[in-house]
């Protein structure tokens, strides 16, 4: 199991688009993923779930990876949330 | 957007005008009558149907977002198209789906109620965000929402119910059955968010004659039921919450366009012939059945260009002999013995692929298309043939051939005709032995040697919109070049006289099922050349036979002399329209938005 802390620098944070951009990338995977802000965990998997999160511009999100294909996963989050930052214009 | 900030500013959003006429009332947009929605049991015994019932309306709606979201990508780009991927997400979360469904089988209450119970929830929470912009994700949950309910209601429930008075019902889509159930009088007009000009549903609210706009887009979610708005059929805008001058001006234009079709419609029954007494025969082009009694009732004395490609469109599979036979047998029946051209099976390019396994061409407009396809799919063709002749017994039915470009391809066509004759015969099934065939004049090569094609047919029919795009090597739906694209070339005039003028020599009649016979700019100038048979889209039956009845035949005669005469589109349009203002004045609606002369989609 892998674990990673990270910041949301896009300025609009997770909502619609980017929780939708998430919950693909991670259903690319076979391992279970979760992401969990101020202590609530919730699926990666499930848009709803992110959506709840709240995860604002500026907010902190551990995102937890459980499975065969985990550092391949986290690599791929790791390039949408900081690199492209969600493709945010 | 959010939906507080349009309340109360006039909004402004451009769709595809199919069906003419100005709607001014409150917005209904369909599926926001939810607040219907009451809980109800359901027998143990019928616990899993409702689980398949929600199963379905979720797929149904999933299949409706990706079309927006594909119309979306090809207008708007693939970013604006992305809520879309985000809606089907959350109708295919375990969160929504799931607990929806596991709900209906522990509480054995409705679909409708459970499912509304599972978003609202969310819905709250999203309230309750402190952040704005995460707030405003309600309104995706509440479009989400709308849309499975729509569907849950879809059977049981069409647009038009529920229609707490007159109002401009708004919905992503419109199906025929829901079209043609609707209460006229309660319906001011149809915006969607999906659909083509040549979508059934279009045609089937302009043979209702009820102004509708299609492809507007996600507009279902800006829209509170209420909400004034102003639907313009005739340049496709919508207008919400329009100011007061906005109003006061279409409602000028409306009444104005009210008075003018009322006056038309007192020459319904009266024939089409100018003053001096040549008849001109004026018929309809249409492609459902729904369009023939319309059509009729405005006066057209049958179908001059009857569009049997939806059949082969319908459905991945080619339609039986015995499915075209049926629904040819119901159209010639509607006509009581009025004539009809049925147009043999015009696919082309991507239209073709996927019956005929056409690969991808680099100029379908010059490819494999028409009449081209018949002679490799000679099966398909013969089974047309076979269920027109059939039909052909209990009418008036004649066949077009369309994109003709050679005097062989009208051979093999007679050919294979009369090989299915004699199939006929040979099984003592009766048809009209006598059954005129006419050739489509649409490619150029065929326009130039209508005598040699003349004399291997019964009759010509004109197609202009081909026959315009071919001859100045226009595509005009590519806008570098649309401009380009002019009916009143003198090349395109050119040929159309020298159809006529080959056909006549030959002792066949020439008619005109194109866009420009319904152009009424065009009318005279083509009384004027010697043309039989105008076709035109059901919407222009009267204005056309209105300027039919108030010409000489000698003054159209002078004038075509004079419109051959010139050597530029330009020069033909200001002379046609100087006419038209002087003798029609009383057909032109000044309003800049309104230009009486509209261009149809053929």
New interface residues.
């Given amino acids: 199991m892998i674990e990673k802390k990270f910041r949301i620098k896009n300025k609009l944070g997770i909502h619609a688009r980017p929780a939708g951009q998430l919950v693909k990338v991670a259903t690319r995977f076979k391992s279970a993923i979760y992401i969990s802000r101020n202590g609530n965990e919730v699926n990666a998997k499930s848009i709803m779930g992110v959506l709840m999160l709240e995860a604002g511009h500026g907010s902190e999100v551990i995102i937890r990876i459980n499975g065969e294909d985990e550092f391949s996963a986290l690599e791929a989050i790791e390039e949408l949330i900081d690199k492209r930052q969600f493709d945010e214009e | 957007m959010h939906a507080e900030s349009a309340a109360s500013q006039e909004m402004r959003i451009k769709g595809l005008a199919v069906s003419q006429g100005i709607a001014i009332g409150p917005a209904f947009p369909f599926g926001s009558g939810i607040q219907d929605v009451r809980p109800h049991e359901v027998a143990a015994a019928e616990v899993e149907a409702e689980v398949q019932r929600l199963t379905q309306a979720i797929e149904n709606a999933k299949s409706e977002l990706t079309r927006i979201g594909e119309e979306t990508q090809e207008r708007l780009g693939e970013r604006s198209a ?2 879309f ?2 809606h089907i ?2 109708l295919d ?4 789906r799931g607990a929806a469904i596991r709900r209906i089988r522990e509480e054995r209450l409705n679909a409708e109620w459970l499912f509304l119970q599972v978003v609202e929830k ?1 819905e709250q ?2 309230s309750h ?3 704005e ?2 707030r405003a ?1 309600a309104t ?1 949950l509440q479009d989400v929402k709308r849309r499975v309910i729509r569907q849950l209601q879809g059977a049981a429930k069409s647009p038009g119910d529920g229609l707490p008075g007159p109002a401009v019902v708004f919905a992503a889509d419109l199906m025929p059955s829901e079209t043609i159930h609707l209460r006229r009088d309660y319906v001011l007009g149809f915006a969607t968010e999906l659909g083509s000009r040549t979508s059934h549903a279009a045609i089937l609210a302009r043979s209702l004659k009820v102004p509708s706009v299609v492809g507007l887009g996600p507009v279902c979610q800006y829209l509170v039921p209420g909400t004034p708005v102003i639907l313009d059929g005739y340049s496709g805008q919508l207008i919400l919450n329009p100011a007061p001058e906005t109003l006061e001006r279409y409602e000028k234009t409306r009444s104005l366009y009210e008075a003018l079709s009322h006056k038309l419609a007192r020459s319904r029954t009266l024939p089409a012939r100018t003053k001096d007494g040549k008849d001109i025969e004026l018929s309809a082009n249409i492609e459902f059945f729904e369009e023939v009694q319309p059509a009729i009732a405005d006066g057209a004395i049958g179908v001059g260009l009857y569009r049997t490609e939806y059949l082969f469109l319908m459905r991945d599979e080619l339609p039986t002999e015995e499915e075209q036979y049926a629904e040819y047998v119901r159209i010639i029946d509607a006509l009581h013995r009025q004539p009809i051209i049925f147009r043999t099976f015009d696919l082309g390019g991507d239209k073709a692929q996927r019956h005929f396994h056409v690969h991808q061409e680099a100029n379908p407009f010059l490819g494999y298309r028409g009449v081209r396809l018949y002679s490799e799919r000679e099966e398909v063709f013969r089974m047309q043939l076979r269920a027109i002749l059939r039909a052909s017994v209990r009418g008036r039915v004649r066949i077009l051939i369309p994109m003709i470009s050679s005097v062989a391809e009208m051979r093999f066509c007679r050919g294979v005709l009369e090989s299915v004759k004699e199939e006929l015969r040979a099984a003592a099934i009766p048809f009209d032995e006598e059954i005129p065939v006419g050739a489509m004049i649409e490619v150029p090569s065929a326009a130039v040697s209508a005598d040699l094609i003349a004399r291997e047919c019964d009759f010509l029919s004109i197609g202009t919109n081909d026959l315009i795009q071919y001859t100045l090597a226009v595509d005009r739906s590519n806008r570098y070049v649309d401009q380009m694209y002019r009916a009143f070339s003198p090349s395109v005039l050119r040929l159309i006289r020298d159809t006529i003028h080959h056909g006549h020599a030959q002792g066949v009649w020439v008619g005109m099922c194109g866009e420009m016979a319904s152009d009424p700019l065009a009318t005279m100038a083509l009384i004027g050349m010697g043309l039989d048979e105008f076709s035109v889209s059901p919407v222009s039956l009267l204005v056309i036979k209105d300027i039919i009845r108030r010409v000489h035949f000698d003054e159209c005669e002078n004038l075509a002399e004079r419109v051959l005469s010139y050597s530029t589109a330009d020069e033909v349009e200001n002379y046609l329209s100087s006419v038209f203002r002087r003798k029609f004045r009383d057909l032109i609606i000044h309003d800049p938005n309104h230009p009486l002369v509209r261009r149809e989609q053929n």
């Fill in positions: 992305e809520i991927e985000v997400l959350i979360d375990p969160e929504i969310y929470s999203f965000f402190k952040d912009y995460m994700r995706d």
